[in-house]
């Protein structure tokens, strides 16, 4: 229930952001007409509409976005007629008889009809563009992770409702605005054309892609902080990679998110129990879950929970192209070396974010290169992330030796009070002369701490499925070979270069000499890349501001910007030595097959 109450008001906050500037017109023109025959019916269709088609977009293929975008293009077409009988009512008559009888009929039915408000409100359903918050970003990535369900479509037409709430008031308070300037000025039909005009302005909005593009970023900077404050004051966990975490969707998709992602990008981590802050005491969470359903154990033999009575454990869910996971990894390694032979057992749950990240050659080798020598449980089908209730990466789990659940931590940092939560737990174990002293960790390359002060980019991901600030011209074009031009990105935005196959996970490079551009702002860019199926090496080249990056080169690059994909991982590929600024970020790759998934940053 307390979801449902968080979707619905996180609706409401629509009518605070410019992503809702686009539907407004259509809105307004049912304001001087009765509420219950034209304006409710306008809105339950768009209630419905939009909730069943973020349902299918959020657990379904590209079939499902590939029908919307076609529906999005009748939806268009359909309102711009309706937008331009209201404004030229006499030059429709002089139209082609057939357009004339059907704009007639649309235009009696959308005037008063409940059957042409409803059809109205379900072409606005189609073209509505929510920016995605933390709250809708909440359902869709919990959607993306539990599957197919009723609960994903009604806390979707819960979010949709608290939109046509807000609406719905401003049809009532519009509509005795108009019949004042009818009363006082007779402006009847000018408020008709204005309306009209109003229509068709949005209509070319909404098909430039404003409405996704420019007013998505207005709106994020207004409402996540609103939407943020909501979710903490109801005490409800994003169901997010947070971070800086992998992704909005990030096992989608906040993905989270980063996202978070997706909520992803960003530094904002959940405080792991405020109560032991406050009181110094380690309050029981509760019972820790089954440890079965992975797929196989690296570097023990399957561990569970029964067997682990009477040890200390810590648990931390990761995924090896993660750069938050990766960043914590020295700390979780560190602990594990200097307490085991205290009574402290670490188990590392391996949850995928990608799909290559399943491939268990490919997770024995990060794990070996990673120097992970502790237990490893690749939980593949998401077995243990679901008991557990999991939503982030990485995430720690503290776990007494009486098999409770004392403590817990979401995202990066907060590495010396997680220690001493170790060390606590230990002595009431029983575990004699527990070392008082914080471990010092000395990081390189991607594992190094993110200088999150200045990381102003967020987590951006290439496959369709979560992409977002994409401003190539013409835009994406999802599932096929298309040749793209990068459009000049401004801070944040992206685009690409040369013939490329946008997936849902990923884009492919169809040939030679394709490039991505990214204009950042952070000390650090990583990038999660892969070669084709044959695992041939492709050679890359990187520039910032058009030149080599010299000094600023990442590990996985030379100071000239050439670089090789062998595997599929993540690659950092800037590491800048001086105070982070704008730039430019190219990656031109000189061969064909590179699979590109998600930037981060840190």
Same mark, same amino acid.
């Given at each position: 229930?307390?979801?449902?109450?968080?979707?619905?008001?996180?609706?409401?906050?629509?009518?605070?952001?410019?992503?809702?500037?686009?539907?407004?017109?259509?809105?307004?023109?049912? /304001?001087?007409?009765?509420?219950?025959?034209?304006?409710?019916?306008?809105?339950?269709?768009?209630?419905?509409?939009?909730?069943?088609?973020?349902?299918?977009?959020?657990?379904?293929?590209? =079939?499902?976005?590939?029908?919307?975008?076609?529906?999005?293009?009748?939806?268009?077409?359909?309102?711009?007629?309706?937008?331009?009988?209201?404004?030229?009512? *006499?030059?429709?008559?002089?139209?082609?008889?057939?357009?004339?009888?059907?704009?007639?009929?649309?235009?009696?039915?959308?005037?008063?009809?409940?059957?042409?408000?409803?059809?109205?409100?379900?072409?606005?359903?189609?073209?509505?563009?929510?920016?995605?918050?933390?709250?809708?970003?909440?359902?869709?990535?919990?959607?993306?992770?539990?599957?197919?369900?009723?609960?994903?479509?009604?806390?979707?037409?819960?979010?949709?409702?608290?939109?046509?709430?807000?609406?719905?008031?401003?049809?009532?308070?519009?509509?005795?605005?108009?019949?004042?300037?009818?009363?006082?000025?007779?402006?009847?039909?000018?408020?008709?054309?204005?309306?009209?005009? *109003?229509?068709?302005?949005?209509?070319?909005?909404?098909?430039?892609?404003?409405?996704?593009?420019?007013?998505?970023?207005?709106?994020?900077?207004?409402?996540?902080?609103?939407?943020?404050?909501?979710?903490?004051?109801?005490?409800?966990?994003?169901?997010?990679?947070?971070?800086?975490?992998?992704?909005?969707?990030?096992?989608?998709?906040?993905?989270?998110?980063?996202?978070?992602?997706?909520?992803?990008?960003?530094?904002?981590?959940?405080?792991?129990?405020?109560?032991?802050?406050?009181?110094?005491?380690?309050?029981?969470?509760?019972?820790?879950?089954?440890?079965?359903?992975?797929?196989?154990?690296?570097?023990?033999?399957?561990?569970?929970?029964?067997?682990?009575?009477?040890?200390?454990?810590?648990?931390?869910?990761?995924?090896?192209?993660?750069?938050?996971?990766?960043?914590?990894?020295?700390?979780?390694?560190? =602990?594990?070396?200097?307490?085991?032979?205290?009574?402290?057992?670490? #188990?590392?749950?391996?949850?995928?974010?990608?799909?290559?990240?399943?491939?268990?050659?490919?997770?024995?080798?990060?794990?070996?290169?990673?120097?992970?020598?502790?237990?490893?449980?690749?939980?593949?089908?998401?077995? #243990?992330?679901?008991?557990?209730?999991?939503?982030?990466?990485?995430?720690?789990?503290?776990?007494?030796?009486?098999?409770?659940?004392?403590?817990?931590?979401?995202?990066?940092?907060?590495?010396?009070?997680?220690?001493?939560? #170790?060390?606590?737990?230990?002595?009431?174990?029983?575990?004699?002369?527990?070392?008082?002293?914080?471990?010092?960790?000395?990081?390189?390359?991607?594992?190094?701490?993110?200088?999150?002060?200045?990381?102003?980019?967020?987590?951006?991901?290439?496959?369709?499925?979560?992409?977002?600030?994409?401003?190539?011209?013409?835009?994406?074009?999802?599932?096929?070979?298309?040749?793209?031009?990068?459009?000049?990105?401004?801070?944040?935005? =992206?685009? &690409?270069?040369?013939?490329?196959?946008?997936?849902?996970?990923?884009?492919?490079?169809?040939? *030679?000499?394709?490039?991505?551009?990214?204009? &950042?702002?952070?000390?650090?860019?990583?990038?999660?890349?892969?070669?084709?199926?044959?695992?041939?090496?492709?050679?890359?080249?990187?520039?910032?501001?058009?030149?080599?990056?010299?000094?600023?080169?990442?590990?996985?690059?030379? /100071?000239?910007?050439?670089?090789?994909?062998?595997?599929?991982?993540?690659?950092?590929?800037?590491?800048?030595?001086?105070?982070?600024?704008?730039?430019?970020?190219?990656?031109? &790759?000189?061969?064909?097959?590179?699979?590109?998934?998600?930037?981060?940053?840190?």
């Amino acid at each position: 229930m307390l979801l449902f109450l968080l979707a619905y008001l996180g609706g409401v906050l629509t009518i605070v952001s410019p992503c809702i500037l686009p539907v407004l017109p259509f809105v307004f023109s049912r /304001a001087d007409r009765p509420f219950l025959k034209s304006g409710l019916p306008m809105l339950a269709g768009m209630t419905v509409t939009f909730a069943l088609i973020a349902s299918l977009a959020a657990v379904a293929g590209g =079939w499902a976005v590939e029908a919307n975008r076609y529906g999005r293009f009748a939806a268009i077409g359909l309102l711009a007629v309706f937008g331009i009988m209201l404004l030229f009512p *006499a030059i429709a008559e002089r139209v082609t008889r057939p357009l004339v009888d059907f704009g007639a009929r649309l235009s009696r039915s959308a005037d008063g009809g409940i059957g042409g408000s409803l059809l109205l409100g379900a072409a606005t359903g189609l073209l509505w563009a929510p920016c995605a918050g933390p709250v809708l970003g909440l359902i869709l990535t919990g959607a993306a992770l539990q599957g197919a369900n009723i609960g994903t479509t009604v806390l979707l037409l819960a979010y949709a409702a608290g939109a046509a709430t807000s609406l719905a008031l401003a049809i009532l308070v519009g509509g005795r605005v108009f019949a004042a300037m009818k009363r006082s000025l007779g402006a009847g039909e000018w408020v008709r054309r204005g309306l009209g005009a *109003a229509v068709l302005v949005a209509v070319a909005a909404i098909a430039l892609g404003l409405d996704t593009g420019l007013l998505t970023r207005l709106s994020l900077s207004g409402t996540v902080a609103l939407e943020e404050r909501l979710i903490k004051a109801l005490g409800a966990e994003q169901p997010v990679a947070m971070s800086g975490g992998s992704g909005m969707m990030q096992a989608d998709p906040a993905m989270m998110a980063d996202g978070s992602a997706m909520m992803a990008g960003g530094s904002a981590m959940m405080a792991a129990n405020p109560q032991a802050n406050a009181t110094g005491a380690l309050p029981v969470e509760g019972i820790v879950p089954s440890l079965t359903g992975a797929v196989e154990w690296l570097n023990s033999p399957p561990l569970t929970t029964e067997g682990l009575k009477g040890k200390v454990v810590l648990v931390d869910f990761w995924t090896y192209s993660c750069v938050n996971c990766l960043r914590a990894i020295p700390y979780v390694r560190a =602990w594990a070396e200097k307490y085991k032979d205290q009574g402290l057992v670490v #188990i590392g749950v391996h949850t995928p974010e990608f799909a290559f990240e399943k491939d268990l050659g490919n997770v024995r080798q990060a794990a070996t290169d990673l120097g992970t020598t502790y237990p490893v449980a690749v939980d593949n089908d998401y077995a #243990i992330w679901r008991v557990f209730n999991n939503r982030y990466w990485p995430a720690h789990y503290f776990i007494d030796a009486e098999g409770r659940i004392r403590h817990h931590k979401f995202g990066e940092g907060g590495y010396d009070e997680s220690e001493r939560v #170790i060390q606590k737990l230990l002595a009431e174990a029983g575990a004699k002369q527990v070392a008082s002293d914080i471990v010092a960790v000395n990081a390189t390359g991607a594992q190094a701490a993110s200088d999150t002060a200045d990381v102003l980019s967020p987590e951006t991901y290439i496959g369709y499925e979560r992409a977002q600030n994409f401003v190539s011209p013409g835009g994406a074009v999802n599932e096929v070979a298309h040749t793209y031009t990068d459009g000049g990105p401004r801070l944040n935005e =992206w685009g &690409f270069d040369g013939s490329w196959t946008i997936g849902r996970e990923h884009a492919a490079l169809n040939t *030679a000499d394709g490039a991505i551009v990214y204009r &950042f702002h952070a000390r650090d860019l990583h990038l999660v890349l892969g070669p084709a199926a044959d695992g041939k090496p492709i050679r890359f080249r990187v520039t910032l501001d058009g030149a080599p990056p010299t000094e600023d080169h990442g590990v996985d690059v030379a /100071a000239d910007g050439t670089g090789v994909i062998t595997g599929q991982r993540l690659y950092q590929l800037v590491r800048q030595k001086d105070a982070a600024r704008d730039r430019t970020f190219e990656i031109r &790759f000189l061969d064909p097959g590179v699979e590109a998934y998600a930037f981060t940053f840190g």
